[in-house]
C-alpha cells in the first residue's frame, strides 16, 4: 500500500477498514542468499538497501525480538554530521543526505525534522576546537556556523549567561541536524524491505553459525537451521556475544546509555542542544516533552536499564545549563545496550570468517548513522567492497594504529 495523503482522505471516508499490514510475518525459508542479523534500524536498513539498491532477491532479517526493540527504539533521536575527522565527516555527511530524502524514499512519515542542533562551548580552547571541527565539516560539503554568546542568547535566552559556573562563550550551529522518531525509522526500513520481498522474521534469535572450512554456510537459531551464502551481523550492543558464537573477540565493550523524557512542556526547546561543560543534550519532541540524555552508566552490562548516579548526573549538567529544567517533572527513563569500541568509531567490515561480515561499535551515535551504515553494509555485503565513505571502518585498524579517535580519549570506551 502506498501512503499518500489522498490515501488518507480515502481511508478518512471509509471507515479506516482499508489500512493493511506494514510488512509480513513470514516463517523462515531453508536457507537465503544472504541473511541480516538483528531487525534494528541498522539490520533493517540494509536489508532496504540490499534490495533496493543491490537488487538481491533473496534476503531475510533475524530478529531476536521485535524489530526496533533495541537502541533502534530506545536513542533521544539526534542525527547530525558534525564531525571532525577524515574517517568520519564523509560517512556521516552521506548519511546525512539520506535522511533529507529518506521520508521519499521509503514513502514513510519518520518525522525528519532538520531543526538544527548547537553545540555550546564554555572555554576559548574550546572555541578553537569547534572552529577546527566547523571547518573540516565545511570542507566535506556539511554545513557549519559558529555563534557567539549574543547570538546564542537570541536563540535560547532562558540559557544560564549570567551566574554559571561554566559561562556561555558561544556554539557550532549545524542547521541541517536535528531529530527522526526512531521507531518510525525502523519500521519505514522495515516496510520499505518487505515491499521488496525481504522477509522479516522476528522472535528468531541467532544461537550460532555453521562454518566449515573458514566458510560460514549458515545459522543456527530459535527457529531452527537457516542456510545462507552471506551472513551480515547487525547486533549493536549484543555483538561481541554473538561474534563469540563466531569465534571471534571484538574490540567492543557493552554499556548501558539511559535516555529521559520530561512532562510535556509549552515549546521552549526549538533545536537539539549540548552542553560543552559537562554530558547532557537535549531536545524537545512534538508532544511537548523535553528529551535528553548524558554519559554512559560506565560499568560493563548487557541490561536495558540502568542506574541512579547517572540519572542524578544527567540531571546536574541539565540544571547547568538551563536551571528552568529543575521546575520540570520527569516522566520516564530507560536503557539501552551501547556497542563501545575503544576509539569511539565503527565498524563495516568484512571478517575471518568467509561470508561473515560486521557492522557493529556504534557507541551511542549509531542512530543517526543508520541510513549510511545500512547502504554501506549493503554495499559491502553485495559487492564485497567497501563502500567510499566507509573504507576506514575496518576492524584491523588498531593493529594498523589507524584509530578513528574523534575525542582523542584513547582507548577508553567509557569515555568516547
Ligand atoms: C538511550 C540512548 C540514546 C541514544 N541517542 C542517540 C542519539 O541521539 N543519536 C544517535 O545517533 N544515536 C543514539 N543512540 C545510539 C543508537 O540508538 C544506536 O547506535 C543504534 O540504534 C544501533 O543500531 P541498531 O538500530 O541497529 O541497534 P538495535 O536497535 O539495538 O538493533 C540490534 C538488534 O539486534 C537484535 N539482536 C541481538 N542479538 C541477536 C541475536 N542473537 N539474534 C537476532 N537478533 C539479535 C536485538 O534484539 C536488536 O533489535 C542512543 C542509544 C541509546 C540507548
Redesign the pocket.
Known amino acids: 500500500m502506498k501512503f499518500s495523503g489522498w490515501r488518507v482522505f480515502r481511508e478518512a471516508l471509509t471507515g479506516h477498514r482499508g489500512w493493511t499490514a506494514n510488512w509480513r510475518d513470514p516463517d523462515p525459508k531453508p536457507a537465503y542468499d544472504i541473511i541480516v542479523?538483528?531487525?534494528?534500524?541498522?539490520?533493517?536498513a540494509t536489508a532496504f538497501y540490499l534490495a533496493k539498491e543491490f537488487e538481491q532477491a533473496s534476503v531475510a532479517v533475524?530478529?531476536?525480538?521485535?524489530?526496533?526493540?533495541?537502541?533502534?527504539?530506545?536513542?533521544?533521536?539526534?542525527?547530525?554530521s558534525n564531525y571532525l575527522l577524515d574517517g568520519n565527516e564523509p560517512f556521516y555527511e552521506f548519511s546525512m543526505k539520506l535522511w533529507e530524502g529518506l521520508e521519499q524514499d521509503l514513502n514513510y512519515n519518520a518525522m525528519v525534522s532538520q531543526r538544527g542542533i548547537l553545540n555550546l562551548f564554555h572555554t576559548d580552547a574550546q572555541r578553537d576546537a569547534y572552529t577546527r571541527r566547523g571547518n573540516a565539516m565545511l570542507l566535506h560539503g556539511a554545513d557549519a556556523e559558529l555563534l557567539d554568546r549574543d547570538q546564542v542568547r537570541t536563540m535560547y535566552p532562558f540559557l544560564n549567561f549570567d551566574h554559571a559556573r561554566f559561562p556561555i562563550k558561544g556554539g557550532l550551529l549545524q542547521r541541517r541536524g536535528g531529530t527522526a522518531r526512531?521507531d518510525a525509522v525502523?519500521w519505514g526500513y522495515a516496510r520499505g524491505a518487505d515491499m521488496r520481498g525481504v522477509d522479516i522474521i522476528q522472535n528468531?534469535?541467532?544461537?550460532g553459525f555453521r562454518i566449515e572450512n573458514g566458510k560460514v554456510l549458515g545459522v543456527e537459531?530459535t527457529r531452527g537451521y537457516i542456510g545462507a551464502k552471506k551472513v551480515g551481523v547487525?547486533?549493536?550492543?549484543?555483538s561481541s556475544?554473538?561474534m563469540a558464537a563466531a569465534g571471534m573477540r571484538l574490540p567492543i565493550e557493552s554499556h548501558v546509555?539511559?535516555?529521559f523524557v520530561s512532562e510535556g512542556l509549552k515549546p521552549v526547546i526549538d533545536g537539539v542542544m549540548t552542553f560543552g561543560a559537562g554530558h547532557f543534550?537535549v531536545s524537545q519532541s512534538d508532544k511537548g516533552g523535553l528529551v535528553f540524555?548524558g554519559d554512559i552508566d560506565g560499568y560493563n552490562s548487557y541490561a536495558q536499564r540502568g542506574n541512579l548516579p547517572v540519572i542524578e548526573d544527567v540531571a546536574e549538567g541539565g540544571m547547568a545549563l538551563m536551571p528552568m529544567i529543575g521546575r520540570a517533572r520527569l516522566l520516564r527513563t530507560?536503557?539501552?545496550?551501547?556497542?563501545m569500541s575503544m576509539d569511539g568509531s565503527p565498524f563495516i567490515d568484512r571478517t575471518g570468517v568467509e561470508g561473515l561480515y560486521f557492522n557493529g561499535g556504534?557507541?551511542?551515535?549509531?542512530?543517526?548513522?543508520?541510513p549510511a551504515?545500512g547502504y554501506c553494509f549493503a554495499h559491502l555485503l553485495a559487492t564485497d567492497r567497501p563502500h567510499a565513505t566507509a573504507t576506514a571502518y575496518r576492524l584491523d585498524r588498531f593493529k594498523r594504529g589507524a584509530m578513528i579517535d574523534e575525542k582523542g580519549q584513547g582507548a577508553q570506551p567509557n569515555l568516547h
Open positions: 542479523v538483528g531487525g534494528g534500524g541498522h539490520g533493517l533475524l530478529e531476536k525480538g521485535w524489530i526496533g526493540g533495541g537502541n533502534a527504539g530506545r536513542n533521544t533521536t539526534i542525527i547530525r526512531h525502523a528468531c534469535g541467532v544461537t537459531t547487525a547486533v549493536a550492543g549484543n556475544r554473538v546509555l539511559q535516555a543534550y540524555g530507560w536503557g539501552g545496550v551501547m556497542d556504534w557507541c551511542y551515535g549509531g542512530f543517526k548513522a543508520t551504515s
